[in-house]
């Protein structure tokens, strides 16, 4: 282990596809941690050390996770409480990291928790703090709060612990400006385990990509507790930037858009398949995406093939 001093670990808890999904594991899917290598980004950029640990496809003892983890030379552990199927092993995570580190100042986010806050601090009494709605700003500031012995009282979109009650600041954060935070660092974690591309060949690494926060429509199976429903694009420039780069580092061949649903609004949609069709003939990168049904038609499929997105994947909601 590095004698370097870690300020923070990031944390996603364990997660089993034979255990969420029984026999129907083979069409489940591990999914790279973009939502914590967005937040390591943020905090990198403000200068504070952090060291990413991505348990989702850990099937491994819990207990052995949490040893590993308090042993790490940190003052602080970020948890996400995203989905409420891992609450559970969150949580449990959370209080055994906390048992074998009381010292440690446990930080959480996510939908799960930012739907939930009060509800899942009296639940767990090991979760110093939380942070409600998009974290890479306001995680920067609760960690400088603390170091400075301040209370985070100051800080929108955060609850804490306040001499045994529960004290809730603000509204759920929403970067307002997503193309001002830096690209996020994928160099934190080994991309190996993580599923590759159905239509791909195994040794290809699957990389995420976010063109987009935010979703207009008001599905009523749908949670807009963190992301809103006011959308947010990225940049094409700074999509661009991006993709470059990891082609150069990571010799990237195909991508996973994970927008919830890549055609909001036409102009965008034709501006992405003119970025990504510029990659797919320099890079030969092929992708893939998921859209609404009534998104679709011929022009958008051929537009889609052309850019070299070879996989879309339509949410079926009701069989009626």
Not at 7 to 35: C, H, K, M, T, W
Not at 105 to 120: C, D, M, R, S, W
Not at 229 to 245: G, N, P, Q
Not at 265 to 287: A, G, Q, S
């Amino acid at each position: 282990m590095s004698n370097r001093k870690i300020d923070i670990v990031l944390v996603n808890p364990p997660f089993s596809l034979r255990e969420n999904f029984g026999l129907l594991d083979f069409a489940g899917q591990y999914g790279s941690p973009l939502n914590l290598l967005y937040l390591a980004s943020s905090l990198e950029k403000s200068n504070i050390n952090t060291k990413v640990i991505d348990l989702s496809y850990d099937e491994g003892d819990m207990k052995k996770c949490a040893e590993y983890i308090a042993s790490i030379n940190s003052d602080f552990v970020g948890v996400a409480v995203h989905f409420t199927f891992l609450v559970n092993k969150a949580l449990k995570l959370i209080s055994m990291i906390k048992s074998i580190k009381p010292e440690i100042t446990t930080i959480v986010g996510g939908v799960h928790f930012t739907a939930l806050p009060e509800e899942t601090m009296n639940k767990c009494q090991a979760i110093d703090v939380g942070i409600l709605g998009e974290g890479e700003e306001a995680i920067v500031e609760v960690i400088r709060s603390f170091k400075e012995n301040k209370p985070p009282d100051y800080i929108n979109g955060v609850i804490f612990r306040n001499k045994g009650k529960l004290t809730k600041v603000g509204n759920n954060n929403l970067v307002r400006d997503i193309n001002k935070l830096p690209h996020p660092l994928f160099n934190k974690i080994d991309f190996r385990p993580y599923s590759f591309a159905l239509y791909k060949e195994r040794k290809s690494i699957n990389f995420p990509l976010l063109t987009s926060r935010g979703c207009p429509f008001t599905c009523s199976f749908c949670d807009r507790t963190v992301l809103g429903t006011k959308v947010r694009f990225f940049e094409i420039s700074y999509l661009s930037e991006m993709i470059d780069a990891l082609v150069k580092e990571f010799k990237v061949d195909c991508f996973d858009v994970e927008d919830e649903n890549i055609c909001i609004t036409k102009e965008r949609f034709i501006n992405i398949c003119r970025l990504m069709k510029n990659k797919f003939i320099k890079y030969n990168l092929t992708w893939n995406c998921a859209m609404r049904l009534d998104s679709v038609d011929v022009d958008a499929g051929k537009m889609l093939y052309d850019a070299g997105c070879r996989s879309v994947t339509f949410g079926i909601e009701s069989g009626s």
